[in-house]
């Protein structure tokens, strides 16, 4: 049986399973169980290089910003739009089928935005291009996730479910829990609150799935099941995520209204050219670049070519 299918049965005896005080521990169970086969899924088919079919390209500038959504969403309009590099944009789904980079200048920085495939529900599992969509994702500072306003909101569930499935945490930070694998000694288990998610049988049973023995873990904060193996896995990526709907110039107002309120979201249209320069501001806040402007001796500073920092990593 392959590994997807083996993720599917775990899933399916989950959703058999009633969630009570007595199962509790079986569920964990089976959660470490599928999160080990995603993390085998994740590893690159033997024999293959690790670059995936030509779809990496080069980093560049200060930073770099992925664009993910469902096909025929706007991607590619909005990269050409925002950078004035040509992305082919259809009415068809599909219509781009590889990266195509392109540099925003913005602050006096350079910016360099991905336009990906539209990606669709199963990508974590390797359906379309999923999975170097996926990869590409992973490499960027953040990830712009492009709605389409005038589609159900469901669409953002199933990305950010696909996303989850390989690993990527969106607008999360990770879970307050120490945890140290040892050669020897036992499992020492201790917390600085009360839980009410897990305990310590519970948190044994876990490890036990992952063949760990010896080990402290020190929960800081009432995390879940869920927070622990991702902790233990240690391979989760927490990445910002802007949710932009594009096409606001086809529904009303009112909805219009709703869904700029939502938390880390922008409402554009690249009909109307309308809000770039928000979502832009936005993009730039959640990279956290600084510019430094270095100052000659006795020579006034150069406002144009700034040295730049990011806050959230070292740029490379
Ligand atoms: N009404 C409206 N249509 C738009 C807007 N932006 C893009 N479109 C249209 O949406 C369609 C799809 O645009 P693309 O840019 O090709 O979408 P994509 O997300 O790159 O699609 P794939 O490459 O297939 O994943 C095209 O017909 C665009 O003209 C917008 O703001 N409003
Ligand atoms: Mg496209």
Known sequence: MGII???KEIEAEMARTQKNKATEYHLGQLKAKIAKLRTQLLEPP??????????????FGHG????????????????????GTHSEAASYEFTTLTCIPGIIHYNDTKIQLLDLPGIIEGASEGKGRGRQVIAVSKSSDIVLMILDASKSDGHRQILTKELEAVGLRLNKRP?????????????????????????EKLCYQILHEYKIHNAEVLFREDATVDDLIDVIEGNRKYMKCIYVYNKIDVIGIDDVDKLARQ??????????????????????????LVRVYTKPQGQQPDFTDPVVLSTRRVLG
């Not at 910003?65 to 950078?83: N, R, Y």
């Open 5 to 7: 299918e083996r993720i």
């Open 263 to 288: 938390p880390n979201s922008v409402v554009i249209s690249c009909n109307l050219k309308l809000n770039f320069d928000r979502l832009l501001a936005k993009m730039w806040e959640e990279m956290g």
């Open 175 to 199: 879970p307050r829990i120490y945890f140290k694998k040892k050669k020897v000694g036992g499992f020492s288990f201790n917390s600085t609150l009360p839980l009410t998610h897990v305990d």
């Open 64 to 83: 770099r910003v992925a664009l993910i959504g469902f096909p025929s969403v706007g991607k590619s309009t909005l990269l050409t739009m925002l950078t």
């Open 46 to 59: 033997k024999g293959s290089s690790a670059g995936g079919d030509g779809f990496e390209v080069t980093k």
